[in-house]
C-alpha cells in the first residue's frame, strides 16, 4: 500500500495484511534498524501484518543514523513538536482494511518514548516501549491503549526505573492490558521479547 505520510519509511508489505506494526527506531539509528524485529513478530504469529518502519527526520550528530530530536542537550521542544507530527503520520495510517485498533506501535529507546507519547493520544491496538523513557510532564490521557514495556535491568543508556515510572502511571490509569518486562540484559532489545508478544496478541486483537 502507499501513503501520504509525512515521514520517509521502509515496509514488508501485503495485501491481504489485516493488521499492521508500526516500528519507530532509537536514537542513532535508521529505518531499517527494527525490521528484522517486525519481520520476526509476523511470522511468529498467526497475524496478516504489514510491517512499516519509519525514519527520524534529522541526521544524528555523528552524521550516522537519524534522530527524532537532539538528545545531548536534551530539545524537549523539539520533541513535543516531533510528536505531532508523529500522530499525524500515525492517523494517515486509520484506514477501514487497517484501522489503528489492529495497529502494533513499537519503539526502541528514543522511538519508545515517541511511541509512548504520540500512541496514547491514538487508539492503538497495543504499544510496544523497548528501553523507553517518558517525555517531561507526560502522563497517559484519557485513550490508554494496551501496553507491553521491556526494559533492561543492567542498562546504563536508559535506566530501568524510567520504565518502571511509565508502567506505574499506566496502571493507575488503564484498565485495559499493561506489562513490564525486566530481563537480564543491557540497553537492547530482549530475545524473548517476540515470544512474549506472540502469546499477548490473541487476547489483545
Known amino acids: 500500500m502507499k501513503y501520504d505520510i509525512i515521514h520517509e519509511f521502509v515496509s514488508i508489505s501485503s495485501q491481504t495484511a489485516t493488521h499492521r506494526i508500526i516500528l519507530i527506531h532509537g536514537w542513532g539509528a535508521d529505518a531499517d534498524d527494527l525490521l528484522s524485529l517486525g519481520k520476526e513478530i509476523t511470522d511468529k504469529t498467526n497475524f496478516d501484518f504489514e510491517v512499516i518502519s519509519l525514519r527520524a527526520p534529522q541526521l544524528h550528530p555523528s552524521g550516522q543514523g537519524r534522530q527524532w530530536y537532539g538528545l545531548y542537550p536534551h ?82 543508556v536508559v ?7 511509565i508502567y506505574e502511571k499506566v496502571k493507575t490509569k488503564s484498565s485495559k492490558f499493561c506489562e513490564l518486562l525486566e530481563f537480564g540484559g543491557s540497553h537492547q532489545i530482549d530475545s524473548n521479547l517476540v515470544d512474549s508478544i506472540s502469546l499477548k496478541l490473541s487476547n489483545i486483537f
Open 159 to 165: 535506566p530501568i526505573d524510567a520504565s518502571r515510572i
Open 75 to 156: 530539545d524537549w521542544n523539539g520533541a513535543k513538536a516531533e510528536v505531532k507530527k508523529l500522530i499525524v503520520s500515525l492517523k494517515k495510517f486509520d484506514t477501514d482494511q487497517i484501522p489503528l485498533t489492529k495497529t502494533i506501535l513499537l519503539g526502541f529507546s528514543q522511538g519508545a518514548a515517541m511511541a509512548i507519547d504520540a500512541g496514547f493520544k491514538l487508539n492503538i491496538g497495543l504499544i510496544i516501549a523497548c528501553s523507553g523513557y517518558p517525555h517531561p510532564n507526560w502522563f497517559p490521557g484519557e485513550i490508554c491503549p494496551p501496553l507491553i514495556i521491556s526494559h533492561g535491568l543492567f542498562d546504563d
